[in-house]
């Protein structure tokens, strides 16, 4: 995702604006509005000093709007740097599982002993298609499986499901529910659990 700035001086009434790129129309049209206030303000003003930069009016023909797109930040590696990540909370709902069934999916998630957040995910996802039948999952039921197991929910699943969607391990989106790959699959019933090193 890159980002759009933008940098407006009426006379050194500096505003600077920095916002994800997608939100550049809105953020156009709201400028749109604003500069002529902004213009008719700073002619209205009475004169505060004897500078003659400072006393001279202005109009919109004048003003200059350099608008700069950048790509993702890099470090001095050039590697690419996360923005700043969207700290919004998601919120869930409990889905219902029998009691028979949470017994079960504790004794598998055991089993299978995921310790980081991607595995943990998968294994759920994976009991529930194999055992609720449920192909495709939506965050609802991520956050159930991770309670019912009694282990810390991830802040945002959806970061997390993303994550595992780069490494093709499941697809889908929040629309439609998100459905193991083979290649999921085969990581659950492979490679968990981890062997110790």
């Given at each position: 995702?890159?980002?759009?700035?933008?940098?407006?001086?009426?006379?050194?009434?500096?505003?600077?604006?920095?916002?994800?790129?997608?939100?550049?129309?809105?953020?156009?049209?709201?400028?749109?509005?604003?500069?002529?206030?902004?213009?008719?303000?700073?002619?209205?003003?009475?004169?505060?000093?004897?500078?003659?930069?400072?006393?001279?009016?202005?109009?919109?023909?004048?003003?200059?709007?350099?608008?700069?797109?950048?790509?993702?930040?890099?470090?001095?590696?050039?590697?690419?740097?996360?923005?700043?990540?969207?700290?919004?909370?998601?919120?869930?709902?409990?889905?219902?599982?029998?009691?028979?069934?949470?017994?079960?999916?504790c004794s598998f998630y055991s089993q299978k002993s995921p310790t980081i957040q991607k595995d943990q995910v998968l294994t759920i996802m994976y009991w529930f298609k194999k055992n609720m039948e449920v192909n495709n999952l939506g965050v609802n039921e991520i956050y159930t499986g991770f309670r019912v197991v009694n282990v810390k929910v991830p802040k945002r699943i959806s970061s997390v499901l993303s994550n595992l969607k780069l490494e093709d391990k499941i697809s889908g989106d929040s629309n439609n529910g998100y459905y193991m790959t083979h290649v999921g699959e085969g990581y659950v019933e492979k490679d968990l659990p981890q062997a110790d090193n």
């Amino acid at each position: 995702m890159s980002d759009v700035k933008i940098s407006i001086n009426i006379v050194n009434g500096n505003i600077d604006i920095e916002a994800p790129t997608e939100a550049l129309d809105e953020i156009v049209r709201k400028i749109e509005v604003l500069i002529p206030k902004l213009i008719d303000a700073r002619n209205s003003q009475p004169n505060r000093s004897t500078n003659v930069e400072d006393n001279t009016k202005i109009s919109s023909e004048e003003i200059v709007k350099p608008v700069q797109v950048n790509g993702p930040k890099k470090t001095k590696n050039n590697k690419k740097v996360n923005a700043k990540s969207n700290s919004k909370l998601e919120s869930y709902k409990l889905t219902d599982v029998s009691k028979e069934k949470k017994d079960d999916l504790c004794s598998f998630y055991s089993q299978k002993s995921p310790t980081i957040q991607k595995d943990q995910v998968l294994t759920i996802m994976y009991w529930f298609k194999k055992n609720m039948e449920v192909n495709n999952l939506g965050v609802n039921e991520i956050y159930t499986g991770f309670r019912v197991v009694n282990v810390k929910v991830p802040k945002r699943i959806s970061s997390v499901l993303s994550n595992l969607k780069l490494e093709d391990k499941i697809s889908g989106d929040s629309n439609n529910g998100y459905y193991m790959t083979h290649v999921g699959e085969g990581y659950v019933e492979k490679d968990l659990p981890q062997a110790d090193n």
